[in-house]
Structure formats: structure tokens, C-alpha cells
């Protein structure tokens, strides 16, 4: 080969052989490191998961049976479970509708002067962490008046808002455009096309987005460990005005404990709460796909 | 009438005896002629009818302008939509058709940057004044649009949907099959009325979506190329259809297919591209009866349209 200035090809011959000239075979190789590169860092990232599940799964296994699920303090989980799912059942009573309302201002009444601004609000929101959250809260509604379940439940609505509007938007614009096209034209008010044509159709897009965010709020320790963590597990507790015992706030006392039953402990609760939240994950996901596949026909 | 005997008869409605008597209609400020108290009206008054209906319009437009943004789409446009006749727009792409179809029931307002100067007035009544409720508008001013729309609903619920929402709650199941049997769909459809709308054929679809503008018995129907996503055979039903909706409603109608409007209009306006200072502007070139439109066009840029003679 003729030699060239660096960088500078030589004249196209279009008699030679259809395979790789010049620095097509540089070119080739750069591009293979990037994909093993890329598909190396998307292992690990699958990796972690595996790994994380096969831990818990392994320690907590044995620890895992009727009475551990069903009695109180000091042998079982019982009451923790009841209490994280009272905790986060009002968290997300409270957010749903707040989110959904969120989600419909952005999708049907924002213009695109106010959209990006909110929606970028959101996902900062979104990304706060729940530790701010759960000290704003703490000073706010706990210094100097006590723990509660429902102080818990109000710092875990904040956390759960974001996911529920962001979700919700996200199956709204879904919702063809010549639908709310053909509902304004027969004179109907809007409020009654987004309640009885746009919700319906988004419907499975909110539980989503809900259960979505369910499964994050379960999860969330700092709350809880600042503003609901005294109660003492032996009982049930269905006075959300009370301290309410739960899972997050459990994990960390049990791994806490000197003894390794406590740890063993740990791991089967953990074992509890992570298969809840893949199974409220995947399910939900599921559900989103299958109405974004039904919507988008 | 008896429901039985309501399969839609073109003769009848062209004698603009349709809409059901006994039922309010609020909307309509007088009575079309012959319409309530005459029932049986014999076919004088009938041509009476048809003669007192063709002075009478329902829109008229001045000198209308509509821009999107810094970008005038139509310029200049004048004319008389007469009450209870089928009125055609035809006209090359981007010529303005289907935004003039659109701003009379004010479905421009939510496109970013639209403003229209001039006036449109809808039986007397300024369509953009300032006190003026688009909902409203378009309770009485209904439209189809090009593609067929059907809610994911079933059939029953997708012409119930606004009657309900409209508060016509009595005898709704006799409306919905009245306004089917108006659009000529009821023997299609009458026994699977639960099942989605959207398991129907495209000209089926069209129908529905006429059945549900009419089913709230509006005073215009618009037609926003309803038959061009439709194969020959829907395209003829629908036509049909249209003749058989005349009289009882006004109809505007744009279409691409001159052959259409030659069938199913009574008057036909052709708007063009024009060239106005920098760029082309849409805007209306001749407005008058179909036969002249298409026999003997006034304007030598109608004739080069109507016979294919145009780009």
C-alpha cells in the first residue's frame, strides 16, 4: 500500500474484492471493544441482582417458615409485615390521587411553557433522597410530638408522588390524540372526556405506575427509622396513630442484634420484602405492557 | 314514528320532516319547514321547503384569514353556507379546505399559534366571539373526521357516550338506535352492540362515528374527507348515507375526490394555492352550484382543477 498522510484514505478501486481495505479493519475493532465494553457493564448490572437475590435467598431460606411469617416479636415477622403493608397502603392512598391529578395537569392542561418545568421537578423529586424526606418530616411532624405510623405513611406519599405522575403521564400521551379529538367534537366538557375516555384508557397505565410505586415506598428505610420506629412487634397494630412496627425499621434491628439467629433473621425478612417488591415489579411491568401494546394497536 | 319504521328514507329527510317529532330540540332556534306540526307534508310544501331552505344561510364567512403562527394558511375567504343543503370544499393539498372545515366548529383552537381575522357567523351569531363557549359550539356543530375514531368502547356505548354525558339520559337505547339506523349501520351491528367498536370494518367504523355525531342531533355536520381511508364500497355507503342525512342536517363536507363532491353536494367551493407576495396562500377561487362548478366553471383555474388539468 501506497503510503499516505495520516488519516487520508486511498482512491476507491470498486474493482477490488467486497471485503474490508483501507482502515475499515481499525474501524471494526474500535467498535467491537465498545460492544464488549457495553454488553460487559450490562452483565454487571445483572450480575449484582443475582448475586444480591442468591444471598439473601441462601442466608434467609431457613429461617423462613409458618411461625416465622405469622408470629410477633421475638420469634416472627408477623406484625412488621401487616405494619409496612398499613404504612404503605396510606402513603399510596394518598399519593395516588395527588399523582394522577399531577399527571393529568401535564398531560391535558399544561401547555408546553409549563410541562418541562414540572416534569423536570418530578424527576428531581423523584431522585431525592428519602433521607431528606424523612428528616423534613421528622422535624416537621414528630420532634417533640412522637412517632407514628401515619407520619411514616405521609413521607413515604412524598416519595411515592413522583413515580405515580411521572408513570401516569406516560400512559396519558399514550392515549391517541384523536380520541380526545373525537370527544371534543360532540360538545362535551373536558373534565368528562378525561373521566370517562382518557382515564379508562390510561387505566392500567395507573395501577402500574402504582404498584411501581408501592414497591419503592415498601422498601424505604429512612422514613421509617426516623419517624416510625418504636414499636415493639409483639402485636399487631391497626391504629395507623400509633407507632406501627414494620419490615425496613425490622431488618435493621434483627442485623443489628449480637446473635447470629438475629442475623439469619435478617436475611429470611429481607428474603419476604424482596420477593414482594419483584413480584409487585414484574407484575406491574407486565400489566404496562401489555396496555401500551393494546393502546398503540 | 315508531322506531320500526325509522329506516332512513332519503325522500323523507330530503323533505326535512326527520327528526323525531315529540322530541325537544333545543337547538334548533326555528323549526326547518314542514318539520313539526306537518308531518305528513305533501310535496308542494315540500319544494317550498327546499325553496325557503336554499336562501338561508347558516355560515357566513367574511372575509376570513387564519394563520399558525407567522404562516397564513388561508386568506380572503367569503361565502354563504346554505342551511340544510350538503356544501363541498375540494381543492388541492394545503390548499386550506380542511382548516376552514375546522375553524366553523372552532377545532382549530387548540392547534398552537392559530388566529383567524374576519368573521364567521353561525346563524347570526359570531362563532369567535368574545363570549362564545367552544363546547357549546361544537354540541351544535358536530364532526367526522378523516379517520375513523371509534372510542375503545362497544358499539351501544361509543353513540351513548355523549347523550349521557349530555344529559339526554331517556330513551337512550332508543336513541342509539336511531342514530345506527340513521347511518345505516343498525342491521350491521344490532346484534353484537356489546362488542368493542373497535372489531368493526373501517367503513363501519366511519358510519359509527357518523351515528355518534348524530345521535346528539346536532344542526351541522362536518365531514372532514370522511371516505378517504375507505375502499370503494364504504366510500358508496357513506355517499348513500350522506344523501339520506341531507335535509335533516347541514352538511360541509371536504374532499380530495371531486366525483364525491359531484355526487353528494348541492353547492361546491373550490379553494386553491395562490401565490400572495411571498408564498402561497390558500384561499377560495369560485363558490356555486355543483352543476356549475363542474359543467361550467366561471374561473379557468376551477376548470384546470375539475379537469385534472391541474399539477
Same mark, same amino acid.
Given at each position: 500500500?501506497r ?7 486511498p482512491?476507491l ?6 471485503v474490508?481495505?483501507?482502515?475499515? /479493519?481499525? %474501524? ?10 457495553s454488553v460487559?457493564?450490562?452483565i454487571?448490572?445483572v ?9 439473601v435467598v441462601?442466608?434467609?431460606a ?10 410477633? +416479636? ?5 406484625? +412488621? ?5 398499613e404504612?404503605?397502603?396510606?402513603a ?6 395527588v399523582?394522577?391529578?399531577i #399527571?393529568?395537569f401535564l ?5 408546553r %411553557?409549563?410541562? %418541562?418545568?414540572?416534569q ?7 431522585g ?12 416537621? !411532624? ?7 405510623g401515619?407520619?411514616a405513611?405521609?413521607?413515604l ?5 413522583? !413515580? ?5 403521564q ?17 360538545g362535551?366538557? %373536558? ?12 387505566? #392500567? ?6 404498584? !411501581? ?7 424505604e ?5 426516623l419517624?416510625?420506629?418504636? #414499636? ?7 391504629n395507623?396513630f ?7 425499621? /425490622? ?26 417488591? !419483584? ?8 400489566l404496562?405492557?401489555?396496555?401500551? /401494546?393494546?393502546?398503540t394497536? | ?7 332512513f328514507?332519503p ?7 326527520? $327528526? ?5 330540540i333545543?337547538?334548533r =332556534?326555528? $323549526?326547518? $319547514?314542514?318539520?313539526?306540526g306537518?308531518?305528513?307534508a ?7 321547503a ?10 357566513? *364567512? ?6 399558525y403562527?407567522?404562516?397564513q394558511?388561508?386568506?380572503d375567504?367569503?361565502? @354563504?353556507?346554505?342551511?340544510g343543503?350538503?356544501t363541498a ?9 380542511? =382548516?376552514?372545515?375546522?375553524?366553523l @366548529? ?6 398552537s ?7 364567521i ?8 366571539g ?7 359550539v ?9 379517520k375513523p375514531?371509534p372510542?375503545?368502547?362497544s358499539?351501544?356505548?361509543?353513540i351513548?357516550w355523549?347523550?349521557r354525558n349530555?344529559g ?15 347511518a *345505516? ?9 356489546k362488542d368493542? *367498536?373497535l372489531g ?14 348524530? *345521535? ?10 370522511p371516505?378517504s ?14 344523501h339520506?342525512l341531507?335535509?335533516?342536517f =347541514?352538511?360541509?363536507?371536504?374532499t380530495h ?8 353536494a348541492?353547492?361546491?367551493a ?5 401565490t400572495?407576495?411571498?408564498? $402561497? ?9 355543483t ?9 379557468p383555474? =376551477?376548470r ?8
Amino acid at each position: 500500500m501506497r503510503l499516505l498522510p495520516r488519516g487520508e484514505q486511498p482512491p476507491l478501486d470498486p474493482t477490488l474484492p467486497l471485503v474490508a481495505s483501507g482502515n475499515l /479493519r481499525r %474501524r471494526h475493532a474500535a467498535s467491537r471493544i465498545i460492544q464488549s465494553l457495553s454488553v460487559a457493564a450490562a452483565i454487571a448490572a445483572v450480575a449484582v441482582l443475582v448475586i444480591v437475590i442468591a444471598a439473601v435467598v441462601t442466608h434467609g431460606a431457613k429461617a423462613i417458615n409458618w411461625e416465622f411469617i405469622t408470629s410477633g +416479636y421475638p420469634t416472627g415477622v408477623g406484625p +412488621y409485615l401487616v405494619g409496612t403493608a398499613e404504612i404503605v397502603a396510606i402513603a399510596t392512598l394518598m399519593a395516588m390521587p395527588v399523582g394522577v391529578l399531577i #399527571a393529568l395537569f401535564l398531560s391535558e392542561y399544561a401547555g408546553r %411553557r409549563w410541562t %418541562r418545568p414540572v416534569q423536570l421537578v418530578l424527576d428531581v423529586m423523584n431522585g431525592l433522597p428519602s433521607i431528606i424526606v424523612a428528616v423534613f418530616i421528622f422535624s416537621l !411532624l414528630v420532634a417533640g410530638k412522637g412517632q407514628s405510623g401515619f407520619k411514616a405513611a405521609v413521607a413515604l406519599s412524598i416519595l411515592e408522588v413522583p !413515580l405515580i405522575a411521572r408513570g401516569t403521564q406516560e400512559v396519558l400521551v399514550l392515549v391517541p390524540s384523536h380520541q380526545r379529538e373525537a370527544a371534543d367534537a360532540l360538545g362535551v366538557a %373536558r373534565w368528562r372526556s378525561i373521566l370517562t375516555i382518557i382515564l379508562p384508557a390510561a387505566a #392500567a397505565g395507573i395501577v402500574t405506575s402504582t404498584l !411501581l410505586s408501592v414497591a419503592r415506598a415498601a422498601g424505604e428505610t429512612a422514613p421509617v427509622l426516623l419517624i416510625d420506629s418504636l #414499636a415493639k412487634g409483639d402485636k399487631v397494630q391497626l391504629n395507623p396513630f400509633h407507632e406501627i412496627p414494620n419490615v425496613p425499621v /425490622r431488618i435493621f434491628q434483627l442485623s443489628e442484634e449480637a446473635n447470629p439467629e438475629g442475623f439469619t433473621e435478617a436475611w429470611g425478612l429481607s428474603l419476604i420484602l424482596i420477593v414482594i417488591i !419483584l413480584a409487585l415489579g414484574l407484575g406491574s411491568r407486565a400489566l404496562l405492557n401489555r396496555s401500551k /401494546r393494546k393502546m398503540t394497536r | 314514528m315508531s322506531i320500526d319504521d325509522q329506516t332512513f328514507d332519503p325522500v323523507q329527510a330530503r323533505n326535512g320532516k326527520a $327528526p323525531v317529532p315529540g322530541r325537544r330540540i333545543r337547538i334548533r =332556534t326555528e $323549526p326547518l $319547514p314542514g318539520a313539526i306540526g306537518a308531518p305528513a307534508a305533501s310535496t308542494e310544501s315540500a319544494g317550498e321547503a327546499q325553496l325557503h331552505v336554499a336562501t338561508e344561510a347558516i355560515f357566513e *364567512a367574511n372575509e376570513v384569514g387564519i394563520f399558525y403562527g407567522a404562516k397564513q394558511a388561508l386568506i380572503d375567504v367569503t361565502m @354563504n353556507i346554505r342551511r340544510g343543503q350538503v356544501t363541498a370544499l375540494i381543492g388541492p393539498s394545503g390548499c386550506g379546505k380542511t =382548516t376552514f372545515l375546522r375553524s366553523l @366548529n372552532r377545532m382549530n383552537d387548540s392547534v398552537s399559534g392559530f388566529r383567524i381575522d374576519g368573521k364567521i357567523l353561525y346563524r347570526g351569531h359570531d362563532i369567535y366571539g368574545s363570549n362564545v363557549d367552544t363546547v357549546e359550539v361544537r354540541r351544535r356543530i358536530g364532526m367526522v373526521f378523516q379517520k375513523p375514531n371509534p372510542f375503545p368502547k362497544s358499539i351501544f356505548d361509543n353513540i351513548a357516550w355523549a347523550p349521557r354525558n349530555l344529559g339526554m339520559r331517556s330513551g337512550l337505547s332508543e336513541r342509539v338506535e336511531k342514530a345506527l339506523r340513521g347511518a *345505516a349501520l343498525w342491521d350491521e351491528v344490532k346484534d353484537r352492540l356489546k362488542d368493542s *367498536a373497535l372489531g368493526l370494518s373501517g367503513g363501519q367504523q366511519q358510519r359509527l362515528c357518523i351515528a355518534r355525531a348524530i *345521535a346528539i342531533e346536532p344542526d351541522v355536520l362536518l365531514l372532514d374527507e370522511p371516505a378517504s381511508a375507505l375502499d370503494p364500497i364504504a366510500t358508496g355507503a357513506i355517499e348513500d348515507l350522506i344523501h339520506s342525512l341531507k335535509g335533516r342536517f =347541514t352538511i360541509v363536507i371536504v374532499t380530495h375526490n371531486m366525483q364525491q363532491a359531484a355526487r353528494v353536494a348541492d353547492r361546491t367551493a373550490f379553494f386553491s394555492l395562490e401565490t400572495r407576495g411571498e408564498r $402561497p396562500i390558500g384561499t377560495l377561487i369560485e363558490f356555486d352550484d355543483t352543476e356549475k362548478i363542474f359543467g361550467a366553471p366561471r374561473d379557468p383555474r =376551477t376548470r384546470d382543477y375539475v379537469t385534472g388539468r391541474f399539477g
